[in-house]
């Protein structure tokens, strides 16, 4: 698999990496079993960086990632904090950073995190030097090797890539989402910032697998957060209407290459991306790990098609979805 360097943290990295919230909770339930199944077949696929937090099934993620990746020295593990207590500026000290930390760090059963992401914080947290001092100690401190932010907008990431601290913005990206393409990705590539595409397959409808006859368990979060009732609603579909991505994914379906699944061809078009290190898409089970790690062997895309993507994009996706993240 293609390596590409992950921003400041000064990593090589694997091109395709794994998220690994359906291993914690919100996508329905998936075994102890199927979890490290998953694991290993990603790191089998070429996989070498893996994207966890402490709040995917209050830390259940983070223990079977932790315990999968011991003495994977290839490996590089990723996660975040900040979910844990109420969503305000002032639980952002470096008390409370301390605390998740140690909880981390324990899940992971690690001395020192390879890379610490403030978890979608609210916006004035970016723009609050008391907070990257805090970041700066644990770096000092060796409890944290590097550290970025994870963002809902394309401002946050903005401001957050002009600390000289931060080493990587995870960012919500796809053939849904192209308003990161504007702005952060030049300046990301400016600053030398590493950019991880989360939500690549926009909450699976990018897979090209659901119809308006799918459904979803109750404890997915594509059921009960449709609306964002739980948390950002950018974070389920990619806040895009379901019947509208529907309808994108059959107009976006004629431009996959043959030998490509419709879900490969979305990480490819990412991956095409100038100025993204790693994307990571979910997996619940082997075969989809497998599948996603293909897509870094795959072809670049056309430039016919990459504008195609945009045409579908301005057409059905843009009115929905541009100006609110």
């Known amino acids: 698999m293609e390596h590409r360097v992950l921003g400041r943290t ?8 794994l998220g690994a919230w359906q291993l914690g909770a919100d996508w329905g339930q998936v075994t102890e079993d199927e979890a490290f199944a998953t694991l290993r077949a990603a790191v089998d696929g070429g996989v070498t960086f893996i994207d966890t937090a402490d709040v995917y099934g209050d830390g259940r ?16 593990v990723a996660t975040k904090m900040g979910r844990r207590l109420e969503q305000i500026p002032a639980n952002y000290v470096l008390a409370n950073f301390r605390a998740w930390n140690e909880r981390s760090r ?18 004035p947290v970016y723009s609050a030097d008391v907070v990257f001092d ?6 000092a401190e060796q409890k944290l090797a590097a550290y970025g932010v994870s963002v809902e907008t394309c401002d946050e990431a903005l401001t957050a890539i002009a600390r000289p601290g931060v080493a990587s913005v995870q960012i919500i990206m796809n053939a849904f989402r192209l308003k990161p393409l504007e702005r952060v990705l030049p300046a990301a590539r400016a600053a030398g910032v590493g950019i991880i595409a989360r939500v690549p397959l926009a909450s699976g409808l990018l897979s090209g697998r659901y119809d308006e006859h799918t459904t979803f368990a109750p404890d997915d979060h594509r059921t009960f957060n449709r609306h964002g009732e ?5 974070e389920t579909f990619s806040g895009v209407d379901f019947a509208t991505g529907l309808e994108a994914v059959r107009r ?4 996959v290459p043959p030998g490509l699944t419709m879900a490969q061809f ?6 095409d991306q100038d100025g993204v290190s790693v994307v990571i898409p979910g997996a619940r089970n082997p075969a989809q790990a497998t599948a996603n790690a293909g897509a870094a062997a795959a072809s670049p895309l056309a430039p016919a098609t990459l504008e195609a993507v945009h045409s579908v994009y301005d057409d059905l996706i843009r009115p929905q979805v541009h100006d609110r993240w």
Do not use: M, Y
Request: hydrophobic share 45%.
């Open 266 to 271: 979305a990480l490819r078009w990412i991956l």
């Open 252 to 255: 976006l379906a004629p431009l």
């Open 61 to 76: 993620s983070e223990q079977i990632v932790g315990r999968f990746a011991k003495g994977r020295q290839e490996l590089t």
């Open 106 to 123: 324990q899940n992971l059963g690690v001395d020192t995190i390879d890379l610490v992401q403030l978890h979608c914080p609210p916006t």
């Open 10 to 17: 000064g990593r090589q990295v694997g091109v395709v990496g």
């Open 134 to 139: 805090a970041l700066d100690t644990l770096v």
């Open 230 to 234: 739980s948390f950002d609603v950018g």
